[in-house]
């Protein structure tokens, strides 16, 4: 393989974005912003294949010199996530499509600029460059998260630029610590480096702590549920996938190169780690609304998947890992099929749905196994993601330390299982719903009106929250088959020296 076709990943959906913003047709934005996600996950698929044989590729764009030109690095790491983020946009660009909010003005072309921003960030080997490519992400997302235009959207994409740009200056600040100290940003030229000089261990430092506030770790976690639910299904379940989960591959990446072992903090580590875990589960209890209860949960999972960085062995980290890619998955499931719900009935709220189990028999049963993942019971992901955190803690043969992580893990489902199950009771249980708020009422005073039988969920609406618990489904049933590529990236973190030496020749 030419190296150089690394480049494709950011390019292609750039070049994309701008055929959609010249040609401005319905069916072709729909080809361009679902094809480009399928054709990056096929490209995903390929280099994962490909690292069987070759562990890292590395391309230094424009030719230049290793540590000074801009390189793009791949491995098992990368392309895993490469690939589950883009079927996970793909399939996302299908709901919207589906909701008929791609149609609103320039939403095409900002969501695969988005795209092109989070493959950016998954391939470059370059700190400054992982700035890049984050503003990348978030220009789009400031129109995304108000698509609608609304006052309200409006207010909370206030709180979600203000949050960004924090996270963006100290992340700048971070990196121009780490040049001044270190005289480079070059990840692989800082391996090892963050443990032994300390003003570099104090930029690195600045660097995660900027990506902590972006993906969401307690205390800095509380923006999360207040802007993500506030956006449309759709919009949320892209964020979801994409914004939080690229600052936990940084976070995996960094951590693991510039420290190669445990960081000198790694105990406030630990403690944000527990809190993220517990905190979310338990705060679930106080919502009453649908997304903002998944919100919560998305909170918790960052949690477990910082629980394998934590441990820092291979079983942790690819414990992690998988958990990280099922999380993708399971969230985009939930959100989705709640963003179905509400797009059908007009509200998300636990006390205007009830009795949905017999209305809308096969949502109940996408939502009932999302929520079965995410507490971490078969058949689902989340049950070997659990597993796999499980055994790497016990395998530490620390005692203090499988005490406390293992009954974290149990605490955190016991809190998930039970704030679930009111969510459960609340919307698909109890008596048939007779009101409801059509889709013509919202933008009015929100009347309710008599619901007649043929209201139901749509197969347009179901089908993308259904195919991605599908893809959960199959993680449990061929966890064979993922683990191995789990196992081969943590591998590649313990030991960077190959990442180091495609990157530095």
Same mark, same amino acid.
């Given at each position: 393989?030419?190296?150089?076709?690394?480049?494709?990943?950011?390019?292609?959906?750039?070049?994309?974005?701008? !055929?959609?913003?010249?040609?401005?047709?319905?069916?072709?934005?729909?080809?361009?912003?679902?094809?480009?996600?399928? /054709?990056?996950?096929?490209?995903?698929?390929?280099?994962?294949?490909?690292?069987?044989?070759?562990?890292?590729?590395?391309?230094?764009?424009?030719?230049?010199?290793?540590?000074?030109?801009?390189?793009?690095?791949?491995?098992?790491?990368?392309?895993?996530?490469?690939?589950?983020?883009?079927?996970?946009?793909?399939?996302?660009?299908?709901?919207?499509?589906?909701?008929?909010?791609? *149609?609103?003005?320039?939403?095409?072309?900002?969501?695969?600029?988005?795209?092109?921003?989070?493959? @950016?960030?998954?391939?470059?080997?370059?700190?400054?460059? !992982?700035?890049?490519?984050?503003?990348?992400?978030?220009?789009?997302?400031?129109?995304?998260?108000?698509?609608?235009?609304?006052?309200?959207?409006?207010?909370?994409?206030?709180?979600?630029?203000? /949050?960004?740009?924090?996270?963006?200056?100290?992340?700048?600040?971070?990196?121009?610590?780490?040049?001044?100290?270190?005289?480079?940003?070059?990840?692989?030229?800082?391996?090892?480096?963050?443990?032994?000089?300390?003003?570099?261990?104090?930029?690195?430092?600045?660097?995660?702590?900027?990506?902590?506030? *972006?993906?969401?770790?307690?205390?800095?976690?509380?923006?999360?549920?207040?802007?993500?639910?506030?956006?449309?299904?759709?919009?949320?379940?892209?964020?979801?996938?994409?914004?939080? *989960?690229?600052?936990?591959?940084?976070?995996?990446?960094?951590?693991?190169?510039?420290?190669? @072992?445990?960081?000198?903090?790694?105990?406030?580590?630990?403690?944000?780690?527990?809190?993220?875990?517990?905190?979310?589960?338990?705060?679930?209890? =106080?919502?009453?609304?649908?997304?903002?209860?998944?919100?919560?949960?998305?909170?918790?999972?960052?949690?477990?998947?910082?629980?394998?960085?934590?441990?820092?062995?291979?079983?942790?980290?690819?414990? @992690?890992?998988?958990?990280?890619?099922?999380?993708? /998955?399971?969230?985009?499931? !939930?959100?989705?099929?709640?963003?179905?719900?509400?797009?059908?009935?007009?509200?998300?709220?636990?006390?205007?749905?009830?009795?949905?189990?017999?209305?809308?028999?096969?949502?109940?049963?996408?939502?009932?196994?999302?929520?079965?993942?995410?507490?971490?019971?078969?058949?689902?992901?989340?049950?070997?993601?659990?597993?796999?955190?499980?055994?790497?803690?016990?395998?530490?043969?620390?005692?203090?330390?499988?005490?406390?992580?293992?009954?974290?893990?149990?605490?955190?489902?016991?809190?998930? !299982?039970?704030?679930?199950?009111?969510?459960?009771?609340?919307?698909?249980?109890?008596?048939?719903?007779?009101?409801?708020?059509?889709?013509?009422?919202?933008? =009015?005073? @929100?009347?309710?009106?008599?619901?007649?039988?043929?209201?139901?969920?749509?197969?347009?609406?179901?089908?993308?929250?259904?195919?991605?618990?599908? /893809?959960?489904?199959?993680?449990?049933?061929?966890?064979?088959?993922?683990?191995?590529?789990?196992?081969?990236?943590?591998?590649?973190?313990?030991?960077?020296?190959?990442?180091?030496?495609?990157?530095?020749?």
């Amino acid at each position: 393989m030419n190296h150089a076709l690394l480049a494709l990943f950011p390019v292609v959906p750039l070049l994309s974005a701008a !055929l959609t913003v010249l040609m401005r047709q319905t069916g072709f934005d729909r080809v361009f912003t679902v094809g480009v996600p399928l /054709v990056s996950a096929a490209g995903g698929v390929g280099l994962l294949l490909l690292h069987r044989t070759e562990p890292v590729i590395a391309h230094n764009v424009g030719g230049f010199e290793p540590g000074i030109a801009i390189p793009l690095v791949s491995d098992t790491f990368s392309a895993l996530m490469i690939t589950v983020t883009s079927l996970t946009t793909a399939v996302t660009m299908t709901y919207l499509a589906a909701t008929g909010e791609d *149609k609103y003005r320039f939403v095409p072309p900002l969501a695969l600029m988005l795209l092109a921003g989070v493959n @950016g960030a998954l391939l470059t080997g370059d700190l400054f460059n !992982l700035f890049v490519f984050i503003e990348v992400m978030l220009l789009p997302s400031y129109a995304l998260i108000a698509v609608t235009g609304t006052w309200r959207r409006l207010g909370v994409g206030r709180l979600f630029v203000l /949050v960004s740009l924090l996270t963006s200056t100290l992340l700048l600040m971070g990196v121009a610590m780490l040049y001044a100290a270190a005289g480079t940003v070059n990840l692989a030229a800082l391996a090892g480096r963050a443990a032994d000089e300390p003003w570099t261990g104090f930029g690195v430092a600045l660097v995660l702590l900027a990506l902590a506030i *972006k993906s969401g770790v307690v205390p800095v976690h509380t923006w999360l549920p207040r802007a993500y639910p506030a956006t449309s299904a759709g919009v949320m379940a892209l964020f979801s996938a994409l914004h939080t *989960k690229v600052a936990l591959y940084a976070i995996y990446r960094i951590y693991a190169t510039a420290y190669g @072992g445990e960081a000198p903090w790694w105990p406030l580590l630990v403690v944000a780690v527990g809190l993220t875990m517990v905190v979310g589960a338990y705060s679930t209890f =106080g919502e009453r609304i649908v997304r903002r209860a998944l919100a919560f949960q998305m909170v918790t999972g960052i949690g477990h998947i910082l629980l394998g960085l934590a441990l820092f062995t291979q079983v942790g980290l690819a414990a @992690g890992i998988f958990y990280m890619v099922h999380h993708i /998955v399971i969230m985009g499931a !939930l959100l989705l099929s709640s963003g179905a719900v509400e797009q059908t009935y007009g509200t998300g709220r636990y006390d205007r749905l009830h009795g949905l189990i017999r209305r809308d028999p096969w949502v109940a049963a996408v939502v009932a196994l999302g929520l079965f993942s995410l507490v971490g019971l078969p058949p689902s992901s989340g049950f070997f993601g659990k597993v796999g955190l499980v055994q790497a803690t016990a395998a530490t043969g620390v005692p203090w330390q499988q005490w406390t992580f293992i009954g974290l893990i149990i605490v955190a489902s016991l809190g998930s !299982l039970v704030a679930l199950q009111r969510l459960w009771v609340g919307v698909f249980f109890g008596p048939d719903m007779e009101t409801y708020r059509p889709d013509s009422a919202r933008t =009015g005073r @929100g009347e309710r009106i008599a619901l007649p039988p043929h209201v139901r969920i749509g197969n347009r609406l179901l089908a993308p929250g259904a195919a991605l618990l599908v /893809v959960s489904l199959a993680m449990f049933v061929g966890a064979g088959v993922v683990v191995p590529f789990t196992v081969e990236a943590a591998a590649s973190l313990l030991d960077p020296a190959a990442y180091s030496q495609a990157v530095l020749p």
